[in-house]
Every structure is written in C-alpha cells, then in structure tokens.
C-alpha cells in the first residue's frame, strides 16, 4: 500500500485529501506543519509527500530542503502561490510537482500517481548492447540506475535520474521540450518548461566540470535538450 504525507495546515483541505486517498487504497498521515512533518516522515518513510508551502511555523521550502537532506520521496507541493518564481524556488530545492490551489481532485491524483511512478524501480529493459554509457567526466550505468563521477556515486532524485535517462538513451539526438515534459512528468504535461530549466540545472550542477558551459547536456533554445558524451 502507497503511503502518503499529507503537510498542510487547511483542515478542510486535509479532510478532503485523506478522505479522498483512502476511499482508492493509499495509507495516509497527516501533519500541520513543517516540524512535524519532518519528524514524521524520518519515522514513518511515507512513499510520496504532499506539502503546502505556507506552513505556519517555517516555509514549505524548508520542509523541501529538509527531506532533501536524506530521502529522495516524491514530493509534490500544493500551494496558494501562482508566480512562476515561487514554482522554480521549489523545484530547485527538490520538489517534482506543483500543483496550484484550488485544484481538481481528478488531477491531484493524476499527478500523485505520476510521482510515485517516477520514484518505483523499473525493469533492466535497455535496448540492445549499452547498458553503461561513459563521458570524459561521469559514467551512467542505466541497468543499475546509477551514475559515477571521480569514484563515487551521485546522488539523483527520481526525477533526476529520469530526465538524465531519457536524454542518455536518445544520445546525439534533439529531445523537445514537450517530449522530455511528457516522458518524465507524464502525458498531461507540455508547457511547464521552467519544470525542465530548473531539472537540467540540477544535472548539470552535479555532473559537468563547468555546469555555465555545459558539454554534455546541451541546450537548443527553444527547442529542447541533447545529450553528447563528448
């Protein structure tokens, strides 16, 4: 059974989530803030977290950075905040969603079941011969899902290791923007392009030599993203 952390100080918002996720089988716990959120999630190990970003006792942000720390569980924020700024902010500390009060209970599920699909194991379905790519500066092993730079292994969040994966496997070649949104994110996404400029930041940070000049992940502006291992 999937368990989610629900972190939002809104009772009728938090009745409304739990009554919702438990009637289509998730396990759900509740926190009214961020401190007990984080304490709960150390304790509890939820599958997947959604979190409000006006908390009353630190900023949702915080929560982010905080679980950050030490687990790579989906996290997907509900909040009042609609400027583009405040999306980004979250993302870059680690969120993979955002989701924009008040919403539809259809498409909070929708998204909800993306993460967690983003965050579960999958097969060693890689085709043909290459299971290990390698760069002059990291080495991406995508049967193992892993990635390795100067002999040791980096950590990436899901979403992370998902956006690298899609470009790793279409090696050499453009990936739209759409395409990479729909393939990592899910096929209701398509326009959320600041998802991806904040993600492939991420990437760049922890596998170039020079993340402001990248050599491998390369941007077509525009257009989309390439992989080149040279």
Known sequence: MTRVL????EPQIVRALVINLKARG????AAADGATALQLAAALH??????????PDMD????????RGWTRVPILVLSARHTSDEK?????????DYVTKPFGMDELLARLRASVRRSEPVGQD?????????TAGFTVDLAAKKVHRAGRDVRLTPTEWHLLEVLVRN???????KQLLQEVWGPSYGTETNYLRVYMAQLRRKLETDPSHPRHFVTE????YRFERG
Do not use: C, F, H, N
């Open 6 to 9: 629900v972190v939002d100080d």
């Open 26 to 29: 998730y396990e759900v716990d």
């Open 46 to 55: 939820p599958d997947v977290v959604l979190l409000d970003l006006g908390l």
């Open 60 to 67: 949702g942000v915080e929560v982010i950075k905080g679980l």
């Open 88 to 96: 980004v902010e979250a993302l870059d500390a680690g969120a993979d």
């Open 126 to 134: 890689v085709p043909g011969d290459v299971a290990v790519v390698e």
């Open 171 to 177: 090696g050499g070649r453009l990936v739209s923007q």
């Open 221 to 224: 502006p525009g257009m989309g």
